[in-house]
């Protein structure tokens, strides 16, 4: 088996220096180094590092830059690629990914780590462990993320269902589950997962001018954003994906909006559990988008720009 690996910098790729996380700028991947040194495998690793950077820094010219060397490296000799990826923004890496090559391509695993590889409590070996054994055990073609939320099992995840980060919190999850887990070697399906429509491959691009907000909510939400530029807005409502339809402030901005044709949409609406508040979508012409999470919206929306 051959693996190219791709590093581009975050927690993954970072050291402890001066108090501060910092991008590691050697070329030796240390990922690759801890594999080969707690398991006799003879996979070949072919290892790049076409930038580095921490990944909340990441802009389109950056996600177009992971895009071409991930098309560069499919056409190679590689059985699969993993991508050592910042956490922050991982998802929107992930995703963008997953449009761009669509669901048939080799398969293509996003890694991250909670701590530098150094911490004892980092999740990056593991990581990298269960995405190198997803790749030689030919689970599946496609996209996917592969991630431990406590150092035992590994998770993988279909990027078109990751969720958002909770606040002070590296976990990562999926609307309706993983897609399978790993634990002592052994990659197990879940038998529960809701298989998605396939993905087609694009060619489109990322734009440093993103035209889109985002707006998340709170009882005291003012609506004052200006709409300059804006081609479309997504609420990231609360929990039940409702929004404060009864604020007049609210009602102004939609106003706003539909005078300048900007679209509006929220994420986190359920089929079956639509609340009362939600009547008022229609009225305001903001679209509710079923069963879709917002950084996945944002991302389609940020593609078809």
């Given at each position: 088996m051959k693996i190219k690996v791709i590093l581009t910098g975050g927690t993954i790729g970072s050291v402890y220096s001066d108090g501060y996380i910092t991008p590691n700028l050697s070329n030796e991947c240390v990922l690759v180094k801890n594999y080969k040194n707690n398991h006799n495998s003879d996979t070949e690793f072919?290892?790049?590092?076409?930038?580095?950077?921490?990944s909340e820094n990441l802009s389109g010219d950056i996600l177009n830059n992971l895009i071409g060397e991930l098309k560069k490296s499919l056409n190679e000799d590689c059985d699969g690629i993993i991508v050592a990826h910042g956490t922050d923004t991982l998802q929107y890496s992930a995703v963008a990914a997953s449009y761009c090559l669509g669901s048939e391509t080799k398969p293509v695993m996003f890694v991250s780590a909670n701590y530098p590889l150094e911490n004892p409590l980092s999740n990056g070996n593991i990581n990298f462990e269960a995405?190198?054994?997803?790749?030689?055990?030919?689970?599946?073609?496609?996209?996917?993320?592969?991630?431990?939320?406590?150092?035992?099992?590994?998770?993988?995840?279909?990027?078109?269902?990751?969720?958002?980060?909770?606040?002070?919190d590296h976990k990562v999850f999926s609307l309706g589950g993983e897609y399978a887990s790993f634990e002592n070697g052994i990659i197990t399906l879940n038998e529960s997962y809701d298989e998605q429509p396939a993905i087609?491959?694009?060619?489109?691009?990322?734009?440093?001018?993103?035209?889109?907000?985002?707006?998340?909510?709170?009882?005291f939400?003012?609506?004052?954003?200006?709409?300059?530029?804006?081609k479309a807005v997504i609420f990231t409502p609360y929990h039940s994906g409702t929004l404060n339809t009864a604020s007049k402030k609210l009602k102004e901005y939609s106003k706003r909006a539909n005078e300048k044709s900007v679209k509006m949409y929220v994420t986190g609406v359920v089929n079956g559990g639509e609340y009362a508040s939600m009547k008022?979508?229609?009225?305001?012409?903001?679209?509710?988008?079923?069963?879709?999470?917002?950084?996945?919206?944002?991302?389609?929306?940020?593609?078809?720009?």
């Open positions: 072919v290892v790049e590092k076409p930038y580095t950077i921490l995405a190198v054994e997803f790749i030689v055990q030919g689970i599946s073609n496609g996209v996917f993320v592969s991630y431990s939320n406590d150092l035992k099992t590994a998770q993988f995840h279909n990027p078109v269902r990751l969720l958002r980060h909770a606040e002070y087609k491959p694009c060619n489109k691009t990322f734009s440093n001018t993103y035209g889109i907000l985002n707006v998340t909510v709170a009882p939400e003012e609506y004052n954003y200006s709409l300059e530029g804006i008022e979508y229609s009225e305001l012409n903001i679209i509710p988008v079923y069963n879709t999470p917002s950084i996945a919206l944002a991302v389609k929306l940020w593609l078809d720009k």
